[in-house]
T-cell receptor, first 112, second 115 residues
């Protein structure tokens, strides 16, 4: 089955800095890679996703990049703000599967 | 997302007790899932169901059972609760016509403490 590794487990940055979270996956058949944000005490919610036929996708301050050859994908947050503080989960769906495999999560702390 | 609800939101029980966590959705999605979240371990799949007659085990199904009573309802039971089942439990759905079919929509979670 699919295995997703996520690093780092904790990331602390100053407001205005950039943050990068990286995930690797094992199943070359995976073709859908979502990122979920979970604020303290809240439910995870999708913030951005990418399919394997695209190398990069942006949405305002967040972007996701995908390297299929190396089997890794990354979340980039620019100009971080305190409200970006949360736990971020990456996931990978093998082609045709509706069962995601999640990474263990990254706790992002943005200091004012 | 208010369209996926879970009851109860918090529950304290004792070892050996049987408890049921309930999930309802008004999104019209066919696929429903139960996850547990533990610090540092992420979201692990317990069971999933792709329609009313379909039930499948996830990676950590031991000690749990489920029931899909209707398209909109998916319940998780702990037959005999034990302390290491203390965790945050999430129900989720997928199958939207307006977003990727794979996108998961989570309920608010149920925080369970087994004493």
């Amino acid at each position: 089955g699919e295995n997703v590794e996520q690093h780092p487990s904790t990331l602390s940055v100053q407001e205005g800095d950039s943050a990068v979270i990286k995930c690797t996956y094992s199943d070359s058949a995976s073709n859908y890679f979502p990122w979920y944000k979970q604020e303290l005490g809240k439910r995870p919610q999708l913030i951005i996703d990418i399919r394997s036929n695209v190398g990069e996708k942006k949405d305002q301050r967040i972007a996701v990049t995908l390297n299929k050859t190396a089997k890794h994908f990354s979340l980039h947050i620019t100009e971080t703000q305190p409200e970006d503080s949360a736990v971020y989960f990456c996931a990978a769906n093998p082609g045709g599967s509706y069962i995601p495999t999640f990474g263990r999560g990254t706790s992002l702390i943005v200091h004012p | 997302d208010a369209d996926v609800t879970q009851t109860p939101r918090n529950r304290i029980t004792k070892t050996g007790k049987r408890i049921m966590l309930e999930c309802s959705q008004t999104k019209g999605h066919d696929r429903m899932y139960w996850y547990r979240q533990d610090p540092g371990l992420g979201l692990r799949l317990i069971y999933y169901s792709f329609d009313v007659k379909d039930i499948n085990k996830g990676e950590i199904s031991d000690g749990y059972s489920v029931s899909r009573q209707a398209q909109a309802k998916f319940s998780l039971s702990l037959e005999s609760a034990i302390p290491n089942q203390t965790a945050l439990y999430f129900c989720a759905t997928s199958g939207s016509d307006r977003s990727p079919q794979e996108t998961q929509y989570f309920g608010p979670g149920t925080r369970l403490l087994v004493l």
